[in-house]
């Protein structure tokens, strides 16, 4: 199939009822500098288009299928053959990966089309990573650069060719949901920050995500300084020349500890996204929309498959949050104190911590900001054991047919996944298509009201309850590191 849209001519190809175009690019963009639009173009879109520089090893050592360029930014869509009733819904998803790996080759919209037969147009993007992505620059490069926010910009990009093109593939512009899964659901609370981004899109799904990951320029202008000490630099224009592979080997070093996930994402820049960005998000004039918000329930439980956890955990929590990690001490000692706890109970206190102050807290507290100006929310919680990081993507991707970490799954676990994804697939598609996720496979799922923090629970049973004390920790504050 052949669309012609202002961007350009896009060559893409059929298969079992779905229509795929891969690797459109969408912009390019000089080191540090802000993207650049592409136009003009034909492209022949069969195959995808590179990542961006990255770990070439996942996060278990596993290698990594390339290329890999700072030339990296394509797009991706895969629609339904057939449009015989109008304009369709289109998703947009933001990758995740801590703001250091992935790319728009994996996402969890995809099966909604191809698999689901959903009515929608799915779309995924790649965008700068790591230091190439999110390195605060305007301490040592001065003025003319990203500030640290390549990455997001390159999202902003890349949401603004959507709107001007999604409609030759059918889909309606005026109906975009971001979705973002970790360091994405991040970048989908930056994206509701930023001026720019007005009208570009209209719901929200964040999973693991709210607006914790943007950090000030202190806390970045500290980190860039460290990351350069990694670097052979004679002077910091060096940065602007070195080859990109001392850059990834410098952040692989910087990167090596506990805190990893929290050393790189947007800045509070004042120009992309504004320095009063906490009043904003608050204020009648903030971002609207419908909004679908998730959490797994234990997020961190990584942390607990080493030993000594209790031991370790206050020097992890100075590594993940800086000086915020004094709030995750005390959450912790409330858990715990005078409670007589073994080790076993310490280690799932600190889970808990760990999760609320990267994830769950900032979910829960961006739904009540949102109820709060009277938009409608929705909460739910994956709960399927171990219940950990990014599972409820990786349910809606695949369900039951990735084996477990202890081998081959069992049929009648299989089944019991396949039902879970179902029903999440099911919701997704009806939020993305009405700004409400109900369907005939979840019970009725209601919307959060200010002071209480109702959700729907994806485990082994699907229920929804609406408990009037949020279950997170509450006063723990907006960004999740702080190094001023």
């Not at 929705?378 to 171990?386: A, G, H």
């Not at 990081?389 to 990786?394: F, G, L, R, V």
């Not at 081959?408 to 099911?426: H, I, N, Q, Y």
Request: with cysteine.
């Amino acid at each position: 199939m052949v669309i012609t849209a202002p961007a350009g001519r896009f060559t893409g190809y059929t298969e079992n009822g779905s229509v795929w175009f891969k690797g459109i690019r969408y912009a390019q963009a000089e080191r540090f500098r802000p993207p650049v639009p592409v136009t003009g173009l034909a492209q022949d879109c069969r195959a995808f288009g590179p990542k961006s520089i990255q770990n070439p090893r996942d996060w278990s050592g596993n290698p990594l299928p390339g290329p890999f360029d700072e030339d990296c930014l394509y797009l991706n869509i895969v629609r339904p053959a057939e449009i015989p009733d109008g304009p369709l819904p289109v998703a947009v998803d933001i990758h995740g990966g801590a703001f250091q790996t992935g790319s728009g080759e994996d996402s969890a919209l995809f099966p909604l089309v191809a698999e689901e037969k959903a009515r929608m147009v799915a779309v995924s993007i790649n965008y700068r990573l790591g230091a190439l992505g999110y390195l605060y620059l305007r301490d040592i490069l001065g003025e003319g650069y990203c500030d640290g926010n390549m990455g997001l910009l390159d999202q902003i990009c890349a949401l603004k060719w959507v709107k001007e093109n999604i409609a030759a593939f059918g889909g309606d512009p005026e109906r975009v949901t971001l979705f973002g899964v970790s360091a994405g659901g991040k970048s989908v609370g930056a994206l509701m920050l930023a001026g720019e981004t007005k009208g570009l899109f209209h719901r929200a799904i964040l999973s693991s995500g709210g607006i914790q990951a943007v950090r000030t320029p202190g806390t970045a202008s500290a980190l860039a300084r460290k990351f350069c000490t990694y670097l052979p630099l004679r002077s910091a224009k060096d940065l602007l020349t070195i080859p990109a592979s001392e850059i990834l080997n410098a952040q692989l070093q910087f990167t090596a500890g506990p805190g990893s996930t929290c050393l790189f994402g947007p800045v509070s820049d004042g120009k992309t996204v504004p320095e009063n960005w906490r009043a904003d998000i608050r204020s009648a004039d903030g971002w609207q929309g419908e909004t679908l918000i998730g959490n797994n329930l234990h997020e961190l439980v990584f942390f607990k498959m080493g030993p000594g956890l209790p031991e370790k955990a206050p020097a992890i929590a100075a590594e993940l949050f800086g000086g915020n990690s004094a709030y995750a001490e005390r959450a912790y000692h409330a858990l715990v104190d005078g409670k007589g706890l073994d080790t076993a109970g310490q280690e799932d206190a600190w889970v808990k911590v760990f999760s609320d102050c990267m994830y769950r807290t900032h979910g829960d507290r961006l739904s009540q900001i949102f109820a709060g100006r009277g938009m409608k929310t929705y909460t739910y919680s994956f709960d399927y054991p171990p219940a950990h990081h990014s599972q409820d993507a990786a349910t809606l991707r695949a369900g039951g047919s990735a084996p477990s970490p202890a081998g081959e799954r069992a049929p009648e676990e299989k089944a019991a996944l396949d039902r879970l994804m179902r029903g999440m697939r099911a919701s997704y598609i009806a939020f993305i298509r009405a700004g409400d996720p109900n369907n005939g496979l979840v019970p009725r799922w209601e919307p959060v009201r200010p002071g209480s923090y109702g959700r729907m629970h994806f485990g082994p049973e699907i229920y929804f309850d609406c408990p009037d004390t949020c279950p997170s920790i509450q006063d723990f504050p907006d960004d999740s590191i702080d190094l001023r």
